[in-house]
């Protein structure tokens, strides 16, 4: 899943929602007392160099970073200490303000210290991180949970009616404080001791529950003859050999994994064996022995309930979506049975589909779940027979990038020009651009680009901030970054990339102009609720495949010739090809995620309730959900996706409203809508109510009917609705 980064320091927010300490012990804070300041450590010099100053990356090592963290901690410490002696009583000014500004150091060594993890990656960054981590997260609970301070952020809340502050002030005010609400610093007594035994618990029951699953996903069916290996193309042959040999053991192994299984089911033709992998991937947690999760989950729910009583809501669901654009579990569930019986009945005419096809072939058969990949993968074939090597040579990389900018400048005045100064790189393949805005010329920020994989970085792709853009502190340029994993070109060829690759580039691209053009005033107003992050990414992705980009940039890397429309027709049409499957697949997971959080009597038989919330909704017995509950990380390795699956859907939705607001002008690149676009949405961070900002935008809420027309689903006509 392609996630956003955000750097972190500024703002309490950001700083308490970062993992909590597990046992929240004093730590050591004297490992190291040498390299603590900026003559001896280069992480903690100012940044200097164009641009109001740019990260040294040419000067990052892994030996400076405990000398930084440890000086940075002494300066936010110091910084919180001046806001708590403060004499004064406390008001927006003497305490929200200067606390959104403290942290500037921290804010440099931590972006450094990101890169360091998750784009160069080795041993001594990692033994880093494993010390510090757990260091950073126990310093900021202790910083921020001091009682003086609490103190202080409520005294300003408490008078917010009587003080003349102006919207903005009092939605920081509030957030503030209801940030700490939400984080148990209002407790006392017994009630604090238990939220803190209680975060202890939860911390080592997610650790157990994703150590359980890992043991699974490490389990592997073994096939021991080339019979069992019919239908399977040689290069994922290859894989499981591989993993035979990684193992130790002859023959091919099929690891009980998501990247094993979906390409055994879609290709291979052993029905039996097809049946055997897939049991044992819906399985995993769930095979009553020593890695069985039912038990780990059920006391998971009695300490969420728990808690979210000693928080004061009403359930789990309440609490984690107290600060999200949905609100209530009720208004996701509403926007999920909305979508629910379309994506049910495209299900329906998907079975008899590949029904069609397996009687047409004398299978006799009825199609199962372990059928449903491989039969989908003959009906796309026979419908659309789109071959993915006939994409690629119109997509080479270089000329995907320049559409991307030709994008921003069309529709938001940016413009993207490389850079050839000497900006460092923290590796070579790095490539910088200045952004300016084109009306005026004035300088915007600098984009970073790691466009390819290498040993030590991680998987996926990702945005990220090296400084964001506030007014509080002073205006400063923006540093952003795009990362994604491509594969590198043999030296001397071009770049050439897949379509959903194309994709990924306007995707992060699309978080990285959510954040070269915010205009907030206090840093902790930026950043957006966890269900928003997705949309203005999922919105620029949709520029892709318009004919401006692919007659000017999709041009065959031989020939030069642009993208043929019937391809992209074709291209077009097949990509609501299997949309039932897969929005049952992650419908059914999010729905189930949803009613196992929204009571205040935590289910105890986990099995027992997915069965029955399954039939309640009547899921297709040809689908099971994406994550079943026994192996479901999302919501059982941390908190972060508990209550909050349905996430990715709210987003989609006004991503396909916003796309329809562009095509009803008749112009997709209107640039009446794009400002609005920009003005309510892109620009404004968290400083309005997101929903109200959607509603500034559309002139209403976003329109589900736009989701379903874009997933390809037949629309309720007028007057079928009831909402
Ligand atoms: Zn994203």
Same mark, same amino acid.
């Given at each position: ?24 012990? *004093? ?24 641009? *109001? ?94 009682? *003086? ?8 809340? #408490? ?36 939220? $803190? ?12 529950? $994703?150590?359980? @699953? ?124 909305? @979508? ?44 659309? $027979? ?154 620029? #992705? ?30 077009? #049409? ?46 297709? #017995? ?102």
């Amino acid at each position: 899943m392609k996630r956003v980064l955000f750097t972190a320091a500024s703002g309490l927010a950001m700083s308490l929602s970062m993992p909590a300490a597990v046992n929240a012990q *004093e730590a050591e804070m004297t490992t190291n007392g040498e390299m603590t300041s900026a003559e001896t450590n280069p992480l903690l010099a100012e940044w200097t160099g164009p641009f *109001e100053g740019v990260p040294p990356w040419d000067q990052m090592a892994p030996e400076y970073f405990p000398g930084a963290f440890e000086a940075a901690m002494e300066e936010m410490r110091a910084e919180v200490q001046a806001v708590i002696d403060n004499p004064e009583p406390a008001t927006f000014d003497n305490t929200n303000r200067p606390m959104e500004l403290i942290g500037e150091t921290m804010g440099r060594v931590q972006a450094m210290f990101g890169v360091a993890v998750s784009n160069i990656s080795n041993d001594e960054y990692r033994a880093v991180q494993a010390e510090w981590a757990p260091r950073l997260a126990a310093f900021y609970q202790q910083l921020y949970l001091q009682p *003086e301070l609490i103190e202080r952020y409520r005294t300003v809340y #408490e008078n917010l009616d009587e003080s003349d502050l102006t919207d903005e002030q009092r939605r920081l005010a509030t957030r503030d404080y209801e940030q700490l609400q939400r984080n148990g610093a209002l407790l006392e007594g017994e009630d604090r001791e238990r939220l $803190s035994e209680i975060t202890q618990e939860l911390a080592s029951l997610y650790s157990e529950f $994703s150590n359980k @699953v890992l043991a699974d996903e490490e389990t592997y069916i073994l096939l021991d003859s080339e019979d069992d290996l019919a239908g399977l193309p040689d290069s994922f042959v290859s894989t499981l050999r591989g993993a035979a040999e990684e193992r130790e053991v002859e023959g091919w192994a099929v690891v009980n994994t998501r990247s094993y299984m979906q390409p055994f089911l879609q290709n291979s033709t052993r029905r039996d064996l097809r049946e055997q992998v897939y049991n044992a991937y819906i399985n995993r947690g769930d095979n009553g022995d020593e890695n069985d999760t039912n038990a780990t989950i059920a006391q998971i729910l009695q300490l969420r309930a728990e808690r979210a009583a000693l928080l004061g809501f009403e359930t789990h669901a309440h609490w984690r979506m107290a600060d999200t654009m949905a609100q209530t579990p009720e208004n996701a569930e509403d926007l999920m049975m909305r @979508v629910w019986p379309a994506a049910v009945a495209r299900v329906e005419q998907e079975v008899a589909d590949m029904q069609a096809i397996a009687d047409r072939e004398g299978a006799g058969i009825t199609i199962e779940p372990w059928d449903y990949r491989f039969y989908a993968e003959k009906v796309r074939q026979d419908r659309y $027979s789109i071959d993915e090597s006939e994409i690629t040579p119109y997509f080479q990389l270089e000329n995907m990038i320049e559409a991307m900018f030709w994008a921003a400048g069309q529709l938001y005045d940016l413009e993207f020009t490389e850079n050839t100064g000497d900006v460092p790189v923290f590796q070579e393949d790095v490539r910088t651009f200045v952004v300016t805005d084109s009306r005026d010329g004035s300088n915007v920020g600098l984009f970073y680009l790691d466009n390819y994989a290498r040993t030590g970085k991680r998987s996926g792709a990702w945005m990220t901030t090296y400084r964001s853009q506030q007014t509080l502190g002073g205006e400063q340029n923006v540093l952003a970054s795009n990362n994604n994993n491509f594969t590198e070109p043999a030296a001397g060829e071009v770049a050439l990339i897949s379509l959903d690759d194309a994709s990924t580039l306007f995707h992060e691209f699309g978080h990285g102009i959510h954040y070269l053009l915010q205009d907030v005033y206090y840093p902790g107003l930026s950043g957006t609720p966890r269900d928003f992050v997705e949309y203005p990414s999922q919105v620029n #992705e949709n520029w892709l495949l318009t004919r401006a980009i692919l007659d000017r940039f999709a041009t065959h890397y031989e020939t030069g010739e642009p993208m043929p429309q019937a391809l992209v027709d074709r291209i077009e #049409e097949s990509s609501t090809f299997n949309e039932g499957f897969a929005t049952v697949e992650y419908l059914s997971s999010a729905i189930v995620d949803m009613r196992l959080h929204n009571r205040t009597e935590p289910v105890t038989d986990v099995d027992a309730f997915e069965r029955e919330t399954l039939a309640e909704i009547g899921m297709p #017995e040809e689908i099971v959900m994406r994550h079943r509950l026994p192996q479901f990380n999302h919501l059982f390795s941390s908190d972060a996706y508990s209550a909050g699956y349905y996430s990715y859907l709210w987003s989609e939705t006004m991503d396909a409203d916003t796309w329809e607001a562009f095509e009803e002008t008749g112009d997709v690149w209107n640039r009446e809508v794009a400002d609005r676009f920009r003005e309510y949405l892109l620009s404004t961070g968290n400083e309005t109510d997101r929903a109200e900002a959607y509603r500034q935008f559309r002139g209403r809420d976003p329109d589900v009917d736009a989701l379903l027309r874009k997933r390809g689903f037949p629309v309720p006509a007028e007057g079928d609705t009831t909402d």
